[in-house]
């Protein structure tokens, strides 16, 4: 499930900026070891109409900033 409905301008789990988000009710499997778009996904658990929702903020490389200790947006050690 995808909703661009709400967005922030900038990643609420570590404050970088991100490629995209999408949204999701049900079991999903995350695997970034082989991603050529993305270097790391961002969780945040958020309220639905009848259920919990989980978001995903989708993170490149230069976003992630995986070149130095800690994220982009100063957030994560």
């Known amino acids: 499930m995808s909703n661009t409905e709400d967005e922030p301008v900038r990643c609420p789990v570590c404050g970088a900026e991100f490629e995209g988000v999408s949204i999701h009710d049900e079991g999903l499997v995350?695997?970034?070891?082989?991603?050529?778009?993305?270097?790391?996904?961002?969780?945040?658990?958020?309220?639905?109409?009848?259920?919990?929702?989980?978001?995903?903020?989708?993170?490149?490389?230069a976003q992630a900033g995986t070149g130095e200790p800690g994220s982009a947006g100063g957030r994560i050690p």
């Open 30 to 61: 995350v695997q970034l070891r082989d991603s050529d778009q993305f270097d790391r996904l961002c969780f945040q658990p958020v309220e639905g109409e009848h259920r919990p929702l989980l978001r995903f903020f989708q993170h490149t490389a």
